[in-house]
T-cell receptor, first 115, second 115 residues
Framework: AQSVTQPDIHITVSEGASLELRCNYSYGATPYLFWYVQSPGQGLQLLLKYFSGDTLVQGIKGFEAEFKRSQSSFNLRKPSVHWSDAAEYFC?????????????FGSGTRLQVQP | GAVVSQHPSWVICKSGTSVKIECRSLDFQATTMFWYRQFPKQSLMLMATSNEGSKATYEQGVEKDKFLINHASLTLSTLTVTSAHPEDSSFYICSGDSEQSYEQYFGPGTRLTVT
């Protein structure tokens, strides 16, 4: 079964510092990968997605992610974090070659931003 | 991106009563809709997948007689929590995708509190 691992439950960074959130996935010859952000009590907002092509994808709010097939990773990065980035971040994967269309989510990483 | 709405956004009900949550795709036809549940400080867990006009497929451990899902049209799916109990209190999020897209579009979620 496909799975997603986000090894960091909680990360604290200073405002202006760089950020990298890790995501590892298993399974799927052709994974489709996503990063979502969720503020408390809110729904999910899509930050970026990878389907194919260039392995470095740009998203909204200055985020980017790099797909590395050899490492089964899809890490999210931002060069300079803003206080408004404090939220919960979820990595998700779907692999249509399994016939399963539902997303599998990682456990999430809570980001705190220190002034 | 495509828009999915959910109604109500929050609901409080008494133990033993039933609650219906609606999920609508506003500007696309959702051939498949998904229902997720999210407990506080946890990730999203898939409850069921539904295709328009057919019975929903429930994940292991999800009681189909308790969580009734109806996907009567390409733009509407409903989740009815029957005989709700306090342990059913959670954040319920729906999403939809279409045959033309590899992306799921999420609703804003419904907060259910059972007293």
């Amino acid at each position: 079964a496909q799975s997603v691992t986000q090894p960091d439950i909680h990360i604290t960074v200073s405002e202006g510092a760089s950020l990298e959130l890790r995501c590892n996935y298993s399974y799927g010859a052709t994974p489709y990968l996503f990063w979502y952000v969720q503020s408390p009590g809110q729904g999910l907002q899509l930050l970026l997605k990878y389907f194919s092509g260039d392995t470095l994808v740009q998203g909204i709010k200055g985020f980017e992610a790099e797909f590395k097939r050899s490492q089964s990773s899809f890490n999210l990065r931002k060069p300079s974090v803003h206080w408004s980035d404090a939220a919960e971040y979820f990595c998700a994967v779907v692999s249509y070659d399994t016939g399963r269309r539902a997303l599998t989510f990682g456990s999430g990483t809570r980001l705190q931003v220190q002034p | 991106g495509a828009v999915v709405s959910q109604h109500p956004s929050w609901v409080i009900c008494k133990s033993g009563t039933s609650v219906k949550i609606e999920c609508r795709s506003l500007d696309f036809q959702a051939t498949t809709m998904f229902w997720y549940r999210q407990f506080p400080k946890q990730s999203l867990m898939l409850m069921a997948t539904s295709n328009e006009g057919s019975k929903a497929t429930y994940e292991q451990g999800v009681e189909k007689d308790k969580f009734l899902i109806n996907h009567a049209s390409l733009t509407l799916s409903t989740l009815t929590v029957t005989s709700a109990h306090p342990e059913d209190s959670s954040f319920y999020i729906c999403s939809g995708d279409s045959e033309q897209s590899y992306e799921q579009y999420f609703g804003p979620g419904t907060r259910l509190t059972v007293t």
